[in-house]
Structure formats: C-alpha cells, structure tokens
C-alpha cells in the first residue's frame, strides 16, 4: 500500500494486471466522455502523484459513473490537467477527455485529451504546443513546423525556476554541441556562470570567407588553461586544426602579478605615442640632476657652485614619483 492511500482505491498498486485483463462486471457504453477528477478522501498531491506513475486516473462520465484507475497513453498522459484547487483558478472537474471500452472487458482506456470550456490555446497550422500552467508558474515546449522556430519556456511568479540540460557519461567523454548559422545571443539579468574542469577555447573563423580566398585554414583562437590565456591567429593543418604558423599574444597571471608577452605591440587608446620605460627615465632624470646640482660658476670668491643647488637637488626626492606600483614594462 502506498503512504496516505486507502486500500480499496489502491489495491494493486504495485503488481498491476495486464491492460485486457482488468475489467468490470457492469454494462457500459463503447466510447464516450468523461472528466477527470480527484477523489474527495484522498490527499490531492499524493493522488495525482500516484497518478502519473502509474498512467492511470478517475473519470466521471457524462453518463455520471465514476471509474477509477482508467489507463492513459504515455502521451496523452503529458496533457491531462487535474482538478485545480488554487483560488480564483479552482476547477472542480478536469480535463474532458474521450474513452473507448475493450471488447469483452468493459474496461475504458483513454485515447485523447481535450481543452476544457475554460482553456484557450492558439497553436499555428504547422505547429504544436506542450505546456503545464498555473496560477503561480508555466512550463512550456512549442515549435511551429512552417516557420521552423521552437521555443522552451519556464516561467515563475514566485521563486526560482530552473532549465537544466544534462549531458552525462560514467565511460565516455560526454559531448554538448549546438550549431547555429547566424548569431547566437546569451542574456542574463545577472551574472553568468562559466566553469570547466580543464579549460576554455574559443575559435573564430569565418567558413565561407576563408573558402572564398586563397589563404584558407586561417584561425583565430582564444584559449584559457589555468593560469594561461592565449590568443593563436594564423594557418592551421587541415586534418589536425593545429597551428602550422601563428602570432602568439599570451596573458598569464598568479597570485600577484599579471604578465603579457609575446605581443608586437599594446595600444591603450588611439596608441599615438610610445610608452615610457619608467625605470629608464628615472635614472636618466637622476643623472641628469646629478649633473645639473655639479655645474661651477666663477665668482669673486672664486669657483662656486650654483645658487639654486639645494633646490635642484631636492627634485631627486621626487623622480621616484613616476614610477608605477602596479603597471610593469620591458
């Protein structure tokens, strides 16, 4: 017996017979209508739970008979809405939903689902529509066949709602791949999170233009093995897409400092005046003080040195000024 659950209304719930052996001794009508509903003595959640395990649910019918544990198809099952008990959006019937008897049994078996008087749905010619709602949150899958777009939806008032796509293997490596040929646009309110057990690598080329021209196999690649950021442009092999020749630009980093080699050449800005080494200048600023506060003047007390000597020689203090406490070059 499941928790919760009456042993009359759940009898065989964990060995169920075959669908053509379970049957009742009543007459009963070959085909018609019925809704789906909740029985009153059972806990709604558990009971719809139990329901969607087993694909089975209770039907009253047009006719007013209750039927309990009617099979449902794996699809169907995916479109029946329970009785709803959530405020302004309480139903006290569910989905409508059509039966047929088998022959000799009289046992239903629910072939289709429909909307019910109060459900709308707009759904294209060359469409199709899964969605679940209620008043709180949707989930939906919907795609039209003659535009060729899809869409999947999660929507939630309250709370935090999830899309998860898992790709997993216990043996093998386990590969994602999405193809798009136009853009390919990610948006986040928030922040997005990137994390790799091993590394990034990005690659620009672009297929038709290189195709186009006589230097082909032409790559641009941006890659990050901890510590290490590269960026590769340049001709690769064909069958191995490894790099035959390239101009290498790399940024690498520890726990203190952040280094950049390789490069030709680093524009800040427009880049229309070279940098300045600073230790360079400041020895040449020092000595050119140095020099300065050294110079001799002739005077009627003979050789003296200039008037202003303290003065030139406290610019010494200050030459230290120029140099930089985080930015290195060489």
Known sequence: MVEGFGDDLYDGFLERKSLSEQSVPNGRLSSGIGYVIVPTDVDRDSYVESCTRKKTVSILT???????????????????????????????????????????????????????????????????????????????????????????????????????VS????????????????????????????????????????????????????YARLSFDNPTFKLEIGNVNPSTLEFIEAETSVFKYDTDTATIYQVKKVNI????????????????????????????????????PIINKALVESLKKRTANILSEYGFLD
């Open 62 to 164: 047009e006719q007013g008979e209750t039927i309990n544990d009617v099979p449902v198809g794996k699809m169907a099952m995916q479109f029946i809405e329970f009785p709803k008990l959530d405020g302004n959006n309480s139903r006290k019937l569910g989905s409508p939903v059509g039966f047929v008897n088998i022959p000799n049994r009289n046992k239903p078996l629910i072939f289709d689902v429909f909307d019910a008087s109060d459900e709308f749905n707009i759904c294209p010619e060359q469409g199709f529509n899964l969605t679940k709602r209620t008043s709180e949150s949707t989930a939906s899958v919907t795609g039209n066949g003659g535009t060729g777009n899809m869409s999947v939806n999660s929507y939630c008032k309250k709370g935090n709602n999830t899309l998860d």
């Open 269 to 304: 800005g427009k880049g229309a005046e070279a940098m300045v080494l600073g230790n360079t200048l400041k020895a040449l600023m020092d000595d050119f003080i140095t020099h300065v506060s050294s110079i001799t003047t002739v005077t009627l007390l003979g050789t003296q």
């Open 167 to 218: 790709v997993r293997s216990k043996s093998v490596t386990s590969v994602l791949r999405v193809v798009v040929d136009g853009i390919t646009s990610l948006f986040s309110r928030k922040m997005v999170k990137l994390k790799s057990g091993e590394g990034f690598f990005f690659e620009i080329k672009d297929e038709e233009k290189d195709n186009a021209t006589t230097s082909q196999n032409v």
